[in-house]
């Protein structure tokens, strides 16, 4: 190995460019280059694969990294041996001989990392081999796939801990972005890291922008989002279901659009070539389900889309975390409306498993909806449902357009009383159409039929629009107070709205708002990086020519400089090799490999 003798302050420089340390990076790495096991949860963006590549590289033996997808692993050991790394994967993409060559490298101590899939890892032959060479340390990434409450749950997962059994003195590190505390302390049980050190980052990502807009109509809104924010930049749209992914995608090309569907109902060899083209291409949009995003390695994914409502807090942290990777900044979107909380709602009472999961489930939706329906910063209650305190962040839609509330407690009393009525008086119950239809005193066959315009509550709302009364409905039932039952989504009232229709609490709620677009600071291409005239007419011909050469070198083109370093250069404008080599992003192999075709782009002239 020839970075034995380096310190990690400088691998970190001469093989990533990077001049310091981000967070709780250089105290991790120090734990783990003295032989000690250790725990990490940090966001996606963090840069948790440095935590564990740079011990690596410091210490003698050669790295093992335990990754459960054959995409993700590939393009990391791309990207480590743009950087003039020696790596290698061990998956079922390869061929015999292709294996044999890369265990034969591995014995003879040739390799600074290994990537192996936990299926293959915990085979008995595997484990011989692993014990024929010095092993630096073994890597688990993606550590919550131990958990058995996940939707990534992986079952090869939980053969992990024979890593402590049959290598005791090799130090472990296991990561992931899942914040969630009981997955934390499953996935420390399970792989025998109880005496591991555990490192706890911010999960804080201030370069977000986090929005939730009213569902009106999601496909134009969706694309109003792109065209207008992102055009020709790449992003994640989310979709409950796989029918919707197919619908989306179909409509975005239609708009012009480079977008792909995917969901769990495609062929393996269909999600694989999608994803790799995400991965290895500019501005594309990924139409997803959640089976979609795990280890998306992705630096320069703009937005992160939710068309649907996410299930739990949780989930929309680690699916919006997708966005931004790279430090710049990004949004995450959402549209949600009264459909979402139904479709949710009956989903769960729909699901099996226990009273006790199905009340778990309501927590987290409950969790979901209260962040949706928030009239203070989004950031700050995220954060705050992680046990994380923080001051409003001043960069959400809450904090940059406040929402208007106003008393609505007549209004609320007026809903549940509405409901209470149909019921009792008529025994009947019904969707949102024709409760409003009533409150409102609008005719319909239905009310004549059932003698509705005899009822009390008849008309008692006329003076609020449709579109008033359905915000109405949708906060009162994101607070629990209707509840859609049955298969239909007929609403009932639940016995935590009495306080209310006693007139024991006062009900403050937002008035509608349109969808909001980001700050000036924010939107609009490159601008958004506070780039000057002069800056963004480098930083574009930089992102033409390291097109042209990631697809000549058949490379993802964030291997050749991720927007991050593109974005440095071009403000930094170096006139010279040496100066380039400053510019944070730019390491030694970098600069040999492109640093004479940057100079010349920047200044115009040939570099001798």
């Given at each position: 190995m020839t970075a034995e003798q380096r310190t990690p302050a400088e691998v970190l420089d001469s093989v990533f460019g990077y001049s310091s340390f981000r967070g709780q990076q250089e105290e991790i790495i120090e734990h783990l280059c003295t032989g000690g096991d250790a725990v990490v949860l940090m966001p996606t963006g963090g840069g948790k694969s440095l935590c564990y590549q740079i011990p690596a590289l410091v210490r003698p033996g050669t790295g093992v990294v335990i990754s459960p997808l054959i995409a993700l692993m590939e393009d990391q050991v791309v990207a480590l041996e743009a950087l003039g790394v020696k790596a290698a994967y061990l998956n079922s993409s390869l061929s015999p001989e292709e294996a044999h060559e890369v265990q034969a490298r591995f014995r003879s101590g040739a390799l600074d990392l290994l990537y192996l899939a936990p299926e293959r890892l915990v085979q008995e032959r595997t484990l011989r081999l692993l014990e024929q060479t010095e092993v630096s340390l073994f890597a688990i990434d993606e550590a919550h796939c131990v958990s058995q409450?996940?939707?990534?749950?992986?079952?090869?997962?939980?053969?992990?801990?024979?890593?402590?059994?049959?290598?005791?003195?090799?130090?472990?590190?296991?990561?992931?972005?899942?914040?969630?505390?009981?997955?934390?302390?499953?996935?420390?049980?399970?792989?025998?890291?109880?005496?591991?050190?555990?490192?706890?980052?911010?999960?804080?990502?201030?370069?977000?922008?986090?929005?939730?807009?009213?569902?009106?109509?999601?496909?134009?809104?969706?694309?109003?989002?792109?065209?207008?924010?992102?055009?020709?930049?790449?992003?994640?749209?989310?979709?409950?279901?796989?029918?919707?992914?197919?619908?989306?995608?179909?409509?975005?090309?239609?708009?012009?659009?480079?977008?792909?569907?995917?969901?769990?109902?495609?062929?393996?060899?269909?999600r694989s070539a999608r994803q790799a083209r995400f991965l290895r291409e500019d501005g594309v949009v990924m139409v997803a389900t959640i089976a979609f995003g795990m280890g998306i390695d992705k630096p320069d994914v703009r937005f992160v889309a939710h068309v649907d409502l996410p299930k739990s807090v949780e989930g929309y942290y680690q699916e919006t975390g997708r966005a931004g990777r790279d430090g710049l900044p990004a949004t995450a979107w959402m549209v949600y409306g009264l459909g979402d909380v139904v479709a949710q709602r009956r989903l769960i009472s729909q699901s099996e498993g226990s009273p006790q999961h199905r009340q778990n489930l309501s927590r987290h939706l409950d969790s979901m909806l209260a962040l949706c329906e928030s009239l203070t910063c989004r950031r700050q209650q995220i954060l705050q449902y992680f046990g994380e305190e923080s001051g409003p962040c001043g960069n959400c839609d809450t904090c940059l357009h406040p929402p208007q509330a106003w008393d609505a407690t007549v209004a609320v009393q007026m809903l549940l009383s509405a409901i209470i009525r149909l019921e009792r008086e008529r025994g009947q119950r019904f969707g949102?159409?024709?409760?409003?239809?009533?409150?409102?005193?609008?005719?319909?066959?239905?009310?004549?039929?059932?003698?509705?315009?005899?009822?009390?509550?008849?008309?008692?709302?006329?003076?609020?629009?449709?579109?008033?009364?359905?915000?109405?409905?949708?906060?009162?039932?994101?607070?629990?107070?209707?509840?859609?039952?049955?298969?239909?989504?007929?609403?009932?009232?639940?016995?935590?709205?009495?306080?209310?229709?006693?007139?024991?609490?006062?009900?403050?709620?937002?008035?509608?708002?349109?969808?909001?677009?980001?700050?000036?600071?924010?939107?609009?291409?490159?601008?958004?990086?506070?780039?000057?005239?002069?800056?963004?007419?480098?930083?574009?011909?930089?992102?033409?020519?390291?097109?042209?050469?990631?697809?000549?070198?058949?490379?993802?083109?964030?291997?050749?400089?991720?927007?991050?370093?593109?974005?440095?250069?071009?403000?930094?404008?170096?006139?010279?090799?040496?100066?380039?080599?400053?510019?944070?992003?730019?390491?030694?192999?970098?600069?040999?490999?492109?640093?004479?075709?940057?100079?010349?782009?920047?200044?115009?002239a040939d570099v001798g």
């Amino acid at each position: 190995m020839t970075a034995e003798q380096r310190t990690p302050a400088e691998v970190l420089d001469s093989v990533f460019g990077y001049s310091s340390f981000r967070g709780q990076q250089e105290e991790i790495i120090e734990h783990l280059c003295t032989g000690g096991d250790a725990v990490v949860l940090m966001p996606t963006g963090g840069g948790k694969s440095l935590c564990y590549q740079i011990p690596a590289l410091v210490r003698p033996g050669t790295g093992v990294v335990i990754s459960p997808l054959i995409a993700l692993m590939e393009d990391q050991v791309v990207a480590l041996e743009a950087l003039g790394v020696k790596a290698a994967y061990l998956n079922s993409s390869l061929s015999p001989e292709e294996a044999h060559e890369v265990q034969a490298r591995f014995r003879s101590g040739a390799l600074d990392l290994l990537y192996l899939a936990p299926e293959r890892l915990v085979q008995e032959r595997t484990l011989r081999l692993l014990e024929q060479t010095e092993v630096s340390l073994f890597a688990i990434d993606e550590a919550h796939c131990v958990s058995q409450w996940g939707h990534d749950f992986r079952t090869d997962y939980l053969g992990l801990s024979v890593l402590h059994e049959r290598f005791p003195t090799v130090p472990r590190v296991a990561l992931t972005a899942t914040a969630a505390p009981a997955a934390h302390d499953e996935l420390t049980r399970r792989l025998a890291m109880g005496e591991a050190r555990h490192f706890v980052s911010s999960f804080d990502r201030p370069n977000i922008q986090y929005r939730i807009a009213e569902k009106t109509s999601p496909r134009r809104q969706l694309v109003e989002l792109i065209k207008d924010e992102h055009p020709g930049e790449a992003g994640i749209v989310y979709c409950l279901s796989r029918k919707s992914t197919e619908q989306f995608a179909d409509y975005l090309c239609e708009q012009g659009i480079d977008a792909m569907a995917y969901h769990a109902g495609l062929p393996q060899e269909e999600r694989s070539a999608r994803q790799a083209r995400f991965l290895r291409e500019d501005g594309v949009v990924m139409v997803a389900t959640i089976a979609f995003g795990m280890g998306i390695d992705k630096p320069d994914v703009r937005f992160v889309a939710h068309v649907d409502l996410p299930k739990s807090v949780e989930g929309y942290y680690q699916e919006t975390g997708r966005a931004g990777r790279d430090g710049l900044p990004a949004t995450a979107w959402m549209v949600y409306g009264l459909g979402d909380v139904v479709a949710q709602r009956r989903l769960i009472s729909q699901s099996e498993g226990s009273p006790q999961h199905r009340q778990n489930l309501s927590r987290h939706l409950d969790s979901m909806l209260a962040l949706c329906e928030s009239l203070t910063c989004r950031r700050q209650q995220i954060l705050q449902y992680f046990g994380e305190e923080s001051g409003p962040c001043g960069n959400c839609d809450t904090c940059l357009h406040p929402p208007q509330a106003w008393d609505a407690t007549v209004a609320v009393q007026m809903l549940l009383s509405a409901i209470i009525r149909l019921e009792r008086e008529r025994g009947q119950r019904f969707g949102t159409g024709q409760i409003i239809d009533v409150l409102r005193g609008k005719n319909n066959p239905r009310s004549d039929e059932s003698d509705h315009k005899s009822l009390s509550v008849w008309g008692i709302g006329a003076d609020l629009s449709e579109a008033q009364w359905r915000s109405v409905f949708r906060q009162t039932t994101a607070r629990g107070w209707t509840v859609p039952v049955g298969e239909y989504g007929v609403f009932m009232v639940d016995a935590s709205a009495d306080p209310v229709l006693r007139g024991e609490v006062r009900v403050e709620l937002a008035k509608p708002k349109r969808q909001t677009k980001a700050s000036s600071a924010s939107s609009g291409s490159v601008r958004k990086y506070h780039l000057t005239e002069d800056q963004e007419e480098i930083f574009n011909r930089l992102r033409a020519w390291r097109k042209t050469t990631a697809a000549d070198s058949g490379v993802p083109a964030y291997v050749v400089f991720p927007d991050a370093a593109l974005m440095h250069i071009a403000i930094a404008q170096p006139q010279s090799l040496a100066a380039l080599r400053k510019v944070s992003g730019v390491g030694d192999k970098k600069l040999e490999a492109y640093g004479t075709e940057v100079v010349e782009i920047v200044t115009g002239a040939d570099v001798g």
